[in-house]
């Protein structure tokens, strides 16, 4: 059972903006700045898409951008693209454990 | 370029031993910590333990510490994960993955390909 919650599924017509949020306690994403987004398309491997709250990897579209304000995290993916469409999952730190809690991940479908 | 290649897909039965490998190239796998995640159908990632290769320093989830075992060969730059007696609910999709963890944060820059695990009598 994950540790975060993230809505099973969040949906968005091509060119829209989508936000989704991934919610902790303060004993993860409330008081450490570990939080990281990852975005899985069907019969791949996850690909890291934020780190640290904000940072966008090299590559990375910068349609992509997140945020935190308390115990939530957000992910928001500006002008959809259908490329887009895939499960994203949120991670952080957790003081429960040495290594990372993932939340159990939100379908993007574009409309 | 890094790559992480793992080990094709296995059928086992219960009860039975598997060892999955992941050979690493176009980094110092030395300096590094790399682990393996599972990822039952449908469900969100889950770490199971990482290690850093210059001292085989493993980390273990609570989840499955004693469950399997984490293994590195320098020689190779390859990790392994090792059950010694399957159950059903092994049955997954496993991914090898490289970290920057420091004691904290095991955000993940490259994963490898997933090896599927089924287990079933």
């Known amino acids: 059972q994950s540790a975060l919650t993230q809505p099973a599924s969040v949906s968005g017509s091509p060119g829209q903006s989508i936000t989704i949020s991934c919610t902790g306690t303060s004993g993860d994403i409330g008081n450490y700045n570990y939080v990281s987004w990852y975005q899985q398309h069907p019969g791949k491997a996850p690909k890291l898409i934020i780190y640290e709250v904000s940072h966008r990897p090299s590559g990375v579209s910068d349609r992509f951008s997140a945020s935190k304000s308390g115990n939530t995290a957000s992910l928001t993916i500006s002008g959809l693209q259908a490329e887009d469409e895939a499960d994203y999952y949120c991670?952080?730190?957790?003081?429960?454990?040495?290594?990372?809690?993932f939340g159990p991940g939100t379908k993007v479908t574009v409309l | 370029e890094v790559q992480l290649v793992q080990s094709g897909g296995e059928v086992k039965k219960p009860g039975e031993s598997l060892k999955i490998s992941c050979e690493t190239s176009g980094y110092s796998f030395i300096s590094y910590w790399i682990g393996w995640v599972r990822q039952m159908p449908g469900k969100g990632p889950e770490w199971m333990g990482i290690i850093y290769p210059r001292d085989s320093d493993a980390r273990y989830s609570p989840s499955f510490r004693g469950q399997v075992t984490i293994s590195v060969d320098k020689s190779v730059s390859t990790v392994y994960l090792q059950w010694s007696s399957l159950k059903a609910s092994d049955g997954a999709m496993y991914y090898c993955?490289?970290?920057?963890?420091?004691?904290?944060?095991?955000?993940?820059?490259?994963w490898g390909q997933g090896t599927l695990v089924t287990v079933s009598s």
């Open positions: 993955a490289r970290s920057q963890y420091r004691g904290f944060d095991s955000t993940i820059d490259y």
């Open positions: 991670s952080s730190y957790t003081v429960d454990s040495v290594l990372d809690v």
